[in-house]
């Protein structure tokens, strides 16, 4: 699977990807913030980039998203 590199990503953008817990995520410089779900309370959660490797770097970045989906 094909996945925008770390290197290109844009700070504050969003981006659709492949991930353990979300799809649409803003790409902060060093990781990847969300919205998360969990026992019915909602809290912002991070993940890292694929290219991070394992076991930690878990998303793959597939396209940019519309700003204000994340």
């Not at 996945?3 to 979300?22: E, M, P, S, T, W």
Request: aromatic share 12%; hydrophobic share 25%; with cysteine.
């Amino acid at each position: 699977m094909s996945y925008i590199k770390k290197d290109k990503l844009k700070v504050g953008q969003a981006y659709h990807c492949h991930a353990r817990n979300f799809e649409t995520g803003t790409w902060n410089g060093r990781e990847f913030e969300y919205i998360r779900t969990k026992f019915n309370t909602a809290y912002t959660d991070t993940e890292l980039h694929w290219d991070d490797g394992p076991p930690h770097g878990t998303v793959r970045p597939i396209t940019e998203a519309p700003h204000g989906t994340s």
